[in-house]
């Protein structure tokens, strides 16, 4: 059965204060991994895909990386607007289906403080 | 950019009520996928359609029905209403079987 675990749950920050989220999961061969943001009250909002151990995927202060049992999410410098829930997921090469079930974890609820 | 609609935020119902959530996107999607979102839990996998007419039960789909009629638009269905059926709802699509987009949310509460 495939999981995902993210560590913490919480995390405070002070603005500017870099830090990193993790994410470890183990999949019977993964096809992708997949991190979104989460604002109260909201859908999840896509943010990366990363396919393969090395990858690494930047937009703006975010920084997505990949291992073949973890991926960490860096934040550099952050601004009170990344206050947010940081999801991760999990996607399985899944023999003779397509659709391609994403597993997803509890979440990391991230506030910046200014 | 992808748009995933679903026609409400917030919905009031009450126990035994038939209950429908529609969600729209307009991406021609194959793929589309409907979540529950609770505290604790997750996001949990309800059901999913990729085809017109085709579903396939997801990790929790005592309760729930689904109907695809047409490519760009995935219903929900509640047939009877229940309290443990209050929670967040969210649709989603894609067009292969990786990155998922999502839409706003149903807020659902069952009275």
């Known amino acids: 059965e495939d999981q995902v675990t993210q560590s913490p749950e919480a995390l405070r920050l002070q603005e500017g204060e870099s830090s990193s989220l993790n994410c470890s999961y183990t999949?019977?061969?993964?096809?992708?991994l997949f991190w979104y943001r989460q604002d109260p009250g909201k859908g999840p909002e896509f943010l990366f895909t990363?396919?393969?151990a090395g990858e690494e995927k930047e937009k703006e202060r975010l920084k997505a990386t990949l291992t073949k049992k973890e991926s960490f999410l860096h934040i550099t410098a952050p601004k009170p607007e990344d206050s947010a829930t940081y999801l991760c997921?999990?996607?399985?090469?899944?023999?003779?289906?397509?659709?391609?079930?994403?597993?997803f974890g509890q979440g990391t609820i991230l506030t910046v403080h200014p | 950019d992808v748009k995933v609609t679903q026609s409400s935020r917030y919905l009031v119902k009450r126990t035994g009520e038939k209950v429908f959530l529609e969600c729209v996107q307009d991406m021609d999607h194959e793929n589309m996928f409907w979540y529950r979102q609770d505290p604790g839990l997750g996001l949990r996998l309800i059901y999913f359609s990729y085809d017109v007419k085709m579903k396939e039960k997801g990790d929790i789909p005592e309760g729930y029905s689904v109907s695809r009629e047409k490519k760009e638009r995935f219903s929900l269905i509640l047939e009877s209403a229940s309290t443990n059926q209050t929670s967040m709802y969210l649709c989603?699509?894609?067009?292969?079987?990786?990155?998922?987009?999502f839409g706003p949310g149903t807020r659902l509460t069952v009275l």
């Open positions: 990363l396919y393969s």
């Open positions: 989603a699509s894609s067009l292969s079987p990786l990155t998922q987009y």
């Open positions: 999949v019977s061969g993964l096809r992708g």
């Open positions: 997921a999990v996607q399985a090469r899944a023999g003779g289906t397509s659709y391609g079930k994403l597993t």
